[in-house]
Nanobody, 120 residues
Framework: QVQVVEAGGGLVQAGDSLSLTCTAS????????VGWFRQAPGKEREKIAS????????DYTDSVKGRFTISLDKAKSMVFLQMNSLKPEDTAMYYC?????????????WGQGIQVTVSS
């Protein structure tokens, strides 16, 4: 069974940067599609970034374009979300999700989530 784990969240000030890391046991991250999602209190979960297996197809939601970067390290079986110029509205629980496909729009394996809080 694939278990996904996020790391790297925390409390930062507006304008700061954070890097989230996604690892998975039971699967080699980087071979399959991975997505980063977030859910703020009272809001629906949204996909903010995704990367295909191998990294040739990357997508971002408009609100994070130019500020967030998703990347992968196949050798280390890790997927990263570099978040720069953070804003208070980026405050949310962030989730990493994976699947068994190189390209996908739905995800089967989910982490427990990690909190990111951006103070103004």
């Amino acid at each position: 069974q694939v278990q996904v784990v996020e790391a790297g969240g925390g409390l930062v000030q507006a304008g700061d940067s954070l890097s989230l890391t996604c690892t998975a046991s039971g699967q080699s991250l980087g071979d399959y599609a991975v997505g980063w999602f977030r859910q703020a209190p009272g809001k629906e979960r949204e996909k903010i970034a995704s990367i295909s297996g191998g990294g040739d197809d990357i997508d971002y939601t408009d609100s994070v374009k130019g500020r967030f970067t998703i990347s992968l390290d196949k050798a280390k079986s890790m997927v990263f979300l570099q978040m720069n110029s953070l804003k208070p509205e980026d405050t949310a629980m962030y989730y990493c999700a994976g699947n068994n496909y190189v390209y996908c729009t739905t995800y089967e394996y989910w982490g427990q989530g990690i909190q990111v809080t951006v103070s103004s």
